[in-house]
C-alpha cells in the first residue's frame, strides 16, 4: 500500500544535540511538507519541497534544516538551536496543484531528556 | 493570524448529530477538505467538496460549503464514540505558477468529544 511513513515515532534530544526525523513516501509525490504541532495550536510549517534539490523555509523554520535529495525522503534535523523542540512533528506529500490534499504520516514526538 | 475559524471544542452524545463548523478565508482552491486526526496520530483525508458544489453527502458525513460567506460545516450523522477526534478545514492556496504551492493552512482545529 502506498503511504507516508515517519520515524522514529518517539524520539527524545539531549541538550545540544542534532536528531533527525525520518519521512519517507512511496506515492509519487513531487510536493513534501514538514509540520510541528504544540497542544491546542495549528500545525505550523517548518519547511516545505516542490521538487528534489529544492525546498523553501515554512512560517517557523529557524532551528530546523532539511534536504531532498530523493523524491521519496525528506529528512528533517532538528538542530541543537531550536531552544524548544518538543512537539509532534508531521510529514505529509502532495502531488503538484493548487489544491491538492496533502497525505500525511503518523508523526513523530519528540521530547527532550 | 489564523486562515480559519472553528470552535476549539464541541462535545456530543454518542447517537446524536455533530456539527463543525468553519470560516475560511481563501477561496481560490479547486477543493476543501476535511481532516481527522485521532489522538496520537496524523490527518487522515476525511472527506472534500468541490468548491462548486452546495453540499456533499457520503454515508454518515454530509458537508456544507456556503462559498459566498466562505463557511464551510461538516455534520455527522449517529455520531459514534470513534469520531472522537481533532477536526480540521485548512485554508487551501497559494501563489499559482508551474510549481503550485499547495499552501494549505491549519487552524487549531476543533476537538469532538463523544459521550457514552
Known amino acids: 500500500d502506498g503511504g507516508i511513513t515517519q520515524s522514529p515515532k518517539y524520539l527524545f534530544r539531549k541538550e545540544g544535540q542534532n536528531v533527525t526525523l525520518s519521512c519517507e513516501q512511496n506515492l509519487n509525490h513531487d510536493a513534501m511538507y514538514w509540520y510541528r504541532q504544540d497542544p491546542g495550536q495549528g500545525l505550523r510549517l517548518i519547511y516545505y519541497s516542490q521538487i528534489v534539490n529544492d525546498f523553501q523555509k515554512g512560517d517557523i523554520a529557524e532551528g530546523y534544516s532539511v534536504s531532498r535529495e530523493k523524491k521519496e525522503s525528506f529528512p528533517l534535523t532538528v538542530t541543537s538551536a531550536q531552544k524548544n523542540p518538543t512537539a509532534f512533528y508531521l510529514c505529509?506529500?502532495?502531488?503538484?496543484?493548487?489544491?491538492?490534499?496533502?497525505?500525511f504520516g503518523d508523526g513523530t514526538r519528540l521530547s527532550i531528556l | 493570524g489564523e486562515d480559519v475559524e472553528q470552535s476549539l471544542f464541541l462535545s456530543v452524545r454518542e447517537g446524536d448529530s455533530s456539527v463543525i463548523n468553519c470560516t475560511y478565508t481563501?477561496?481560490?482552491?479547486?477543493?476543501l477538505y476535511w481532516y481527522k486526526q485521532e489522538p496520537g496520530a496524523g490527518l487522515q483525508l476525511l472527506t472534500y467538496?468541490?468548491?462548486?458544489?452546495d453540499m456533499k453527502q457520503d454515508q454518515r458525513l454530509t458537508v456544507l460549503l456556503n462559498k459566498k460567506d466562505k463557511h464551510l460545516s461538516l455534520r455527522i450523522a449517529d455520531t459514534q464514540t470513534g469520531d472522537s477526534a481533532i477536526y480540521f478545514c485548512p485554508n487551501v492556496g497559494g501563489p499559482v505558477g508551474f510549481y503550485n504551492n499547495n499552501d494549505m493552512r491549519f487552524g487549531a482545529g476543533t476537538r469532538l468529544t463523544v459521550k457514552p
Open positions: 505529509a506529500s502532495s502531488i503538484p496543484g493548487l489544491g491538492q490534499p496533502q497525505h
Open positions: 481563501d477561496s481560490s482552491s479547486t477543493y
Open positions: 467538496i468541490f468548491s462548486n458544489m
